[in-house]
Each structure stands twice: as C-alpha cells, then as structure tokens.
C-alpha cells in the first residue's frame, strides 16, 4: 500500500510533513516572516545599522530565534544567493516548536551597503600620495586593496601626476597603514599631513582629512646608484657607489668604493643618481686591466685589490663609470 495522504487540519491543503501547511503554521502561531537584508560585503542589515557576519546561515538562525522569542532548533534547506542588485529569494527552513516541526519561509534579499555607497561616490577620507611609482608598486596596493574590500576600503579616485600618482581612500586609517607597508617593502620615506575638512557641532570635534606622502627610492634591487651620505645631524660624509642587494625601510647593499656590505636609511642620503652599468673585456690580470667599452683604452677599476673573484683574459664583467673612475660590480 501507498503511503497515507495528509492534510492541514486547519486548511485541507496536502502536506509532506508537520501537522500544520507553510501558511497555517505561520498564521497559527502568529509569526512574521523574517526578512534579512545584506550586501555584497558580508554585511547585514539590522535594527537600523549594518553588521559584519562570516556564516549567513548562523545569520538566519539567529533571526528565527528573534521572531520566536526563544532558541528552538532550526534546519535550512540548502540554497544559492549571489548578493547582487534586485536579488530576492524565499529560504525554505523548519522549527521545532512544541514537538512539531513547522514550516517556517524566511526571506532573504539585498540591500546596498554604506560601503558599497561609498565605493560608488567621491567620496574619501584621504589622499594617498606616492612619489617614484613602478609596476611592482601598483601589484602591490591592488594585492592589499582585495585583502580589505570587504571592509569597505576602496579608492575612489586616481589621480596621475608628474612625480606618481595620488589615490583617494575611504578609509584613512587603512591607507596610513597601506603607507607604512609601502615604505617597508619597497623603501622611501612617509610624511603624514592632516588637514582639516570639518566640525562635528553635535561632538564639538574637528574632522580631519589625512594626505599622506609616500616618496619611495627611485631604485630597486640590483640597480647601482650613487649618492651623498650625511649624519644624523645633517654633516656630509662621503659620496657613495652602491650595488643595491635589498629595499625597504633600510636600504642594503654593496659600497663599491670598499667592496663590503652596507646599509642605510633614506632620510640620510641625498643627490640619488643611477649608473648605467656596461659590459668591458679583462685585457689582463695581474694587475686586472679592462677594455673601456665606450673609449676602448686601458683602464683599472679603482676597486681592485678589493676584488675576490679570480677572474681570466677576455672574460666579460660589469663595470660602471664614475668620476671617481672605474668600479667593477660583482
């Protein structure tokens, strides 16, 4: 024999489970169905404000316990939403309320969030402003940019100038730090520069926007440069040749001059000025002579002695040309 057909006592509608049908159940026990309402950014909107969540269905369950009035045992079936513009959808979920399982729907639809408002607008809390850009640089910010979206953290406006370019945050707090990790990876020098913007009249506080100047070294790993160093106090010290070996909030590398490591902080160098470096053939090597590449004359590197490869006739090395004369770069 068949299965028994059953039917809602209130109604007479047929029902696969439960006592009472979707509709009689809700009327019976006079609950609402709940609405929840969020974004794309894992927000959801309640009693007037938005709310960061990471598991929707703990959302959901959290709102029939509200409608409820008290915690009851709660089962979802399995769904699909993609947060976008006009999507709605009606979740079909169960309670367990006086030993009967009801049908309880819950609707679940998107709403635009402050964040998303934001990104859509002008709006910004600061400007970003970084000197000496390059491709690498840029990889990085949109790397970082992906790690707090869902924060709400855009930018809103790029703006190219001549010495980088400036970007508009709205979020910052966000954007000094993003400054700081700039520096630390790919050296320069941070200057932070508040500036008022408004008056909160209700708090009596001022509102400030932040510009923040990121002035990164206009060299990366692997360049030769060559610069004038200075003390804390402001006291020249010697022109360097440097091979650059790592970047960051400390430069380090090779003085050329000594042939030993060295390392130093951008706020103590002056006059940056990268050398081309060129190839030049060994003529000889006790002493080592090289070929000048662009002279073709007998020349011997000023670092010389300092030297602790072996190296044979016709070899080709790299050298850089200096008014000091010639160094090679190991």
Not at 115 to 143: C, R
Request: hydrophobic share 35%; charged share 25%.
């Amino acid at each position: 024999m068949g299965s028994r057909k059953r039917f809602c006592p209130s109604c007479g509608k047929p029902i696969s489970s439960g006592i009472f049908c979707r509709d009689c159940s809700t009327e019976k026990f006079n609950f609402e169905t709940p609405l929840v309402q969020i974004s794309e950014f894992n927000r959801v909107f309640h009693k007037g404000s938005w709310h960061h969540f990471t598991d929707l269905e703990k959302v959901l369950i959290k709102r029939v316990h509200e409608v409820v009035g008290k915690p009851v045992e709660v089962t979802i079936e399995p769904f699909e939403f993609i947060p976008k513009p006009k999507s709605k959808t009606l979740i079909n979920a169960k309670i367990l309320l006086k030993d009967q399982w009801i049908d309880f729907p819950i609707k679940l639809s998107y709403m635009q969030c402050d964040y998303g408002q934001k990104e859509k607008t002008d709006y910004f809390e600061g400007i970003l402003q970084v000197h000496n850009i390059h491709e690498g640089v840029l990889e990085f910010i949109q790397s970082e940019l992906k790690k707090v979206s869902k924060k709400g953290v855009f930018i809103t406006k790029t703006k190219d100038t001549k010495r980088g370019v400036d970007l508009y945050f709205t979020n910052k707090t966000w954007m000094r730090i993003l400054g700081q990790r700039l520096v630390n990876k790919f050296g320069g020098e941070l200057v932070l520069n508040p500036q008022l913007f408004s008056h909160n009249h209700t708090t009596s506080k001022d509102i400030y926007r932040l510009n923040i100047l990121v002035k990164l070294v206009p060299f990366t790993i692997g360049d030769i440069i060559t610069f004038e160093r200075f003390s804390s106090r402001g006291k020249f010290l010697k022109k360097e040749f440097f091979k650059v070996l790592k970047v960051g909030r400390i430069i380090q590398g090779t003085d050329l001059s000594i042939n030993k490591s060295d390392a130093f902080e951008i706020k103590y160098i002056k006059n940056i000025t990268k050398l081309n470096p060129l190839k030049a053939q060994i003529i000889s090597t006790n002493p080592l002579a090289i070929l000048d590449p662009e002279t073709f004359q007998e020349e011997f590197p000023k670092n010389n002695s300092l030297l602790n490869k072996n190296y044979l006739v016709d070899e080709k090395i790299t050298v850089v040309k200096t008014e000091k004369g010639i160094f090679v770069v190991e």
